[in-house]
Protein backbone atom coordinates (compact mmCIF):
# COMPACT_ATOMS: atom_id res chain seq x y z
CA UNK A 1 0.00 0.00 0.00
CA UNK A 2 0.98 3.71 0.25
CA UNK A 3 3.43 4.94 2.59
CA UNK A 4 5.45 7.56 3.49
CA UNK A 5 9.30 7.78 4.95
CA UNK A 6 10.52 10.71 6.74
CA UNK A 7 14.18 10.70 8.52
CA UNK A 8 14.03 10.09 11.83
CA UNK A 9 14.09 13.14 14.45
CA UNK A 10 14.53 14.49 16.51
CA UNK A 11 16.53 17.42 14.51
CA UNK A 12 18.54 20.08 16.39
CA UNK A 13 19.60 23.18 14.75
CA UNK A 14 21.33 26.37 15.84
CA UNK A 15 19.39 29.43 14.72
CA UNK A 16 19.92 30.45 10.92
CA UNK A 17 21.02 27.18 10.18
CA UNK A 18 20.04 25.13 6.64
CA UNK A 19 17.28 22.50 7.01
CA UNK A 20 16.58 19.85 5.18
CA UNK A 21 14.31 17.08 5.95
CA UNK A 22 13.86 14.05 3.85
CA UNK A 23 10.50 12.28 2.87
CA UNK A 24 10.31 9.86 0.33
CA UNK A 25 6.71 8.30 -0.86
CA UNK A 26 5.18 4.86 -2.24
CA UNK A 27 2.26 5.07 -4.38
CA UNK A 28 1.05 4.14 -7.30
CA UNK A 29 0.62 6.43 -10.10
CA UNK A 30 0.81 10.32 -9.07
CA UNK A 31 -0.01 11.40 -5.95
CA UNK A 32 -0.81 14.86 -4.68
CA UNK A 33 2.42 15.69 -1.56
CA UNK A 34 1.63 17.65 1.12
CA UNK A 35 4.13 19.17 4.36
CA UNK A 36 2.35 19.71 7.29
CA UNK A 37 3.63 21.20 10.69
CA UNK A 38 2.49 21.00 13.92
CA UNK A 39 3.91 23.60 16.85
CA UNK A 40 3.63 22.40 20.43
CA UNK A 41 0.22 21.43 21.92
CA UNK A 42 -1.91 22.42 18.61
CA UNK A 43 -3.01 20.45 15.19
CA UNK A 44 -1.48 20.28 12.51
CA UNK A 45 -0.97 23.55 10.00
CA UNK A 46 -0.31 23.04 6.10
CA UNK A 47 2.72 23.88 5.34
CA UNK A 48 2.82 23.41 1.53
CA UNK A 49 1.92 20.82 -1.35
CA UNK A 50 2.64 19.98 -4.73
CA UNK A 51 0.13 17.96 -6.75
CA UNK A 52 2.30 17.33 -9.96
CA UNK A 53 6.02 16.03 -10.64
CA UNK A 54 8.54 19.19 -10.57
CA UNK A 55 6.22 21.19 -8.94
CA UNK A 56 7.46 23.22 -6.03
CA UNK A 57 6.06 23.94 -3.08
CA UNK A 58 6.40 27.25 -1.21
CA UNK A 59 5.61 28.91 2.42
CA UNK A 60 7.07 30.73 5.10
CA UNK A 61 10.78 30.33 3.46
CA UNK A 62 9.81 26.64 3.00
CA UNK A 63 10.37 24.36 -0.24
CA UNK A 64 10.24 21.50 -1.30
CA UNK A 65 9.85 19.70 -5.18
CA UNK A 66 8.13 16.90 -6.36
CA UNK A 67 10.92 14.47 -7.41
CA UNK A 68 8.90 11.83 -9.19
CA UNK A 69 12.76 9.82 -10.32
CA UNK A 70 13.51 9.50 -6.36
CA UNK A 71 10.07 9.80 -5.16
CA UNK A 72 10.70 12.34 -2.61
CA UNK A 73 9.38 15.40 -1.40
CA UNK A 74 12.31 16.96 0.92
CA UNK A 75 11.44 19.72 3.40
CA UNK A 76 14.22 22.77 2.88
CA UNK A 77 14.46 26.24 4.50
CA UNK A 78 17.73 28.11 3.75
CA UNK A 79 17.77 29.85 7.53
CA UNK A 80 16.11 28.62 10.76
CA UNK A 81 14.49 30.45 13.23
CA UNK A 82 13.68 29.22 16.97
CA UNK A 83 9.98 29.85 15.98
CA UNK A 84 10.09 27.12 13.72
CA UNK A 85 10.60 24.37 16.29
CA UNK A 86 7.71 21.71 15.71
CA UNK A 87 6.81 18.83 14.31
CA UNK A 88 7.11 18.27 11.09
CA UNK A 89 4.63 15.60 8.68
CA UNK A 90 5.20 14.47 5.31
CA UNK A 91 2.42 13.68 3.48
CA UNK A 92 0.60 11.87 0.50
CA UNK A 93 -2.84 11.15 -0.95
CA UNK A 94 -3.67 9.79 -4.25
CA UNK A 95 -7.02 11.02 -4.56
CA UNK A 96 -7.13 14.37 -3.71
CA UNK A 97 -10.06 15.54 -5.98
CA UNK A 98 -11.97 12.50 -4.56
CA UNK A 99 -11.33 13.63 -0.93
CA UNK A 100 -9.17 10.71 -0.43
CA UNK A 101 -7.71 9.86 2.71
CA UNK A 102 -4.11 11.27 3.87
CA UNK A 103 -1.10 8.84 4.62
CA UNK A 104 0.95 10.25 6.88
CA UNK A 105 4.96 9.96 7.71
CA UNK A 106 6.02 9.23 11.05
CA UNK A 107 7.35 12.55 11.81
CA UNK A 108 10.29 14.80 12.81
CA UNK A 109 11.16 17.02 15.60
CA UNK A 110 13.13 19.72 14.67
CA UNK A 111 14.40 22.28 17.41
CA UNK A 112 16.08 25.27 16.88
CA UNK A 113 18.65 26.38 19.48
CA UNK A 114 18.69 30.51 19.68
CA UNK B 1 -13.40 29.27 5.33
CA UNK B 2 -13.43 25.66 5.95
CA UNK B 3 -13.45 25.56 10.05
CA UNK B 4 -13.43 22.03 11.52
CA UNK B 5 -14.54 22.86 15.21
CA UNK B 6 -13.58 19.56 17.38
CA UNK B 7 -14.76 19.44 21.02
CA UNK B 8 -13.42 18.53 23.81
CA UNK B 9 -9.78 19.69 23.54
CA UNK B 10 -9.09 17.48 26.45
CA UNK B 11 -11.09 14.86 28.71
CA UNK B 12 -10.35 12.87 31.36
CA UNK B 13 -12.16 9.72 32.17
CA UNK B 14 -12.36 7.00 34.14
CA UNK B 15 -11.72 3.21 32.90
CA UNK B 16 -15.27 1.41 31.48
CA UNK B 17 -17.25 4.76 30.94
CA UNK B 18 -17.23 6.05 27.10
CA UNK B 19 -16.43 9.29 25.65
CA UNK B 20 -17.84 10.82 22.60
CA UNK B 21 -15.43 13.79 20.57
CA UNK B 22 -17.00 15.71 18.35
CA UNK B 23 -16.37 17.51 15.11
CA UNK B 24 -18.29 19.78 13.09
CA UNK B 25 -17.50 21.64 10.25
CA UNK B 26 -18.52 25.48 10.42
CA UNK B 27 -18.84 26.77 7.31
CA UNK B 28 -18.90 23.83 4.75
CA UNK B 29 -20.90 20.63 4.24
CA UNK B 30 -18.47 17.78 5.61
CA UNK B 31 -19.94 14.99 3.81
CA UNK B 32 -16.56 13.05 4.78
CA UNK B 33 -14.46 12.65 7.85
CA UNK B 34 -10.96 10.88 8.76
CA UNK B 35 -11.05 10.31 12.28
CA UNK B 36 -6.93 10.08 13.36
CA UNK B 37 -5.06 8.89 16.21
CA UNK B 38 -1.34 10.37 17.27
CA UNK B 39 0.29 8.88 20.15
CA UNK B 40 3.15 10.66 21.74
CA UNK B 41 5.34 11.55 19.33
CA UNK B 42 4.47 9.81 16.37
CA UNK B 43 2.73 9.95 13.46
CA UNK B 44 -0.97 10.23 12.88
CA UNK B 45 -2.83 6.94 12.18
CA UNK B 46 -5.89 6.86 10.06
CA UNK B 47 -8.92 5.02 12.55
CA UNK B 48 -11.72 5.07 10.12
CA UNK B 49 -13.66 6.97 7.43
CA UNK B 50 -17.21 7.95 7.92
CA UNK B 51 -19.21 9.10 5.31
CA UNK B 52 -22.96 11.07 6.09
CA UNK B 53 -25.70 8.93 5.93
CA UNK B 54 -23.40 5.73 6.05
CA UNK B 55 -21.47 3.33 7.54
CA UNK B 56 -18.23 4.12 8.66
CA UNK B 57 -15.17 2.68 6.80
CA UNK B 58 -12.41 1.38 9.41
CA UNK B 59 -8.89 0.52 9.06
CA UNK B 60 -7.10 -2.72 9.24
CA UNK B 61 -6.92 -3.99 12.72
CA UNK B 62 -9.46 -0.74 14.27
CA UNK B 63 -11.99 -2.25 16.59
CA UNK B 64 -15.16 -0.96 15.69
CA UNK B 65 -17.36 -1.57 18.35
CA UNK B 66 -14.57 0.20 20.47
CA UNK B 67 -14.32 3.09 18.16
CA UNK B 68 -17.91 3.74 17.35
CA UNK B 69 -18.33 6.50 14.23
CA UNK B 70 -21.34 8.17 13.60
CA UNK B 71 -21.94 11.08 10.80
CA UNK B 72 -25.16 11.94 11.26
CA UNK B 73 -25.57 14.83 9.51
CA UNK B 74 -23.17 17.26 6.87
CA UNK B 75 -21.86 19.39 9.53
CA UNK B 76 -21.37 16.65 12.49
CA UNK B 77 -19.06 13.75 12.81
CA UNK B 78 -18.75 11.87 16.06
CA UNK B 79 -15.89 9.07 17.43
CA UNK B 80 -16.93 7.56 20.69
CA UNK B 81 -14.48 5.36 22.56
CA UNK B 82 -16.58 2.91 24.59
CA UNK B 83 -15.45 1.06 27.35
CA UNK B 84 -12.35 3.07 27.46
CA UNK B 85 -9.24 2.06 28.86
CA UNK B 86 -5.74 3.62 29.78
CA UNK B 87 -4.57 2.29 26.38
CA UNK B 88 -6.98 3.98 24.40
CA UNK B 89 -5.46 7.14 25.97
CA UNK B 90 -4.02 9.57 22.85
CA UNK B 91 -5.07 12.34 20.51
CA UNK B 92 -7.78 11.82 18.57
CA UNK B 93 -8.24 14.42 15.20
CA UNK B 94 -10.52 14.90 12.82
CA UNK B 95 -10.06 15.92 9.56
CA UNK B 96 -12.22 16.87 6.41
CA UNK B 97 -11.25 16.24 2.89
CA UNK B 98 -11.38 19.33 0.30
CA UNK B 99 -14.40 17.87 -1.62
CA UNK B 100 -16.61 20.74 -1.32
CA UNK B 101 -13.60 23.99 -0.47
CA UNK B 102 -11.41 23.08 -3.58
CA UNK B 103 -7.84 22.10 -2.73
CA UNK B 104 -6.90 25.72 -1.56
CA UNK B 105 -8.25 25.06 1.14
CA UNK B 106 -6.51 21.70 1.93
CA UNK B 107 -7.45 19.20 4.47
CA UNK B 108 -8.76 21.00 7.47
CA UNK B 109 -8.35 19.71 10.66
CA UNK B 110 -9.72 19.82 14.01
CA UNK B 111 -7.83 21.05 17.11
CA UNK B 112 -7.26 17.58 18.12
CA UNK B 113 -8.97 15.93 21.35
CA UNK B 114 -6.41 14.84 24.34
CA UNK B 115 -8.13 11.56 26.00
CA UNK B 116 -6.78 10.13 29.63
CA UNK B 117 -7.82 7.35 30.51
CA UNK B 118 -7.63 6.86 34.23
Known amino acids: GDSVTQMEGPVTLSEEAFLTINCTYT??????LFWYVQYPGEGLQLLLK?????DKGSNKGFEATYRKETTSFHLEKGSVQVSDSAVYFC?????????????FGQGTELSVKP | GAVVSQHPSRVICKSGTSVKIECRSL??????MFWYRQFPKQSLMLMAT?????????EQGVEKDKFLINHASLTLSTLTVTSAHPEDSSFYIC??????????????FGSGTRLTVV
Open chain 1, 91 to 103: ALTRYVNQGGKLI
Open chain 1, 27 to 32: ATGYPS
Open chain 2, 50 to 58: SNEGSKATY
Open chain 1, 50 to 54: ATKAD
Open chain 2, 95 to 108: SAPPTVTGLNYGYT
Open chain 2, 27 to 32: DFQATT
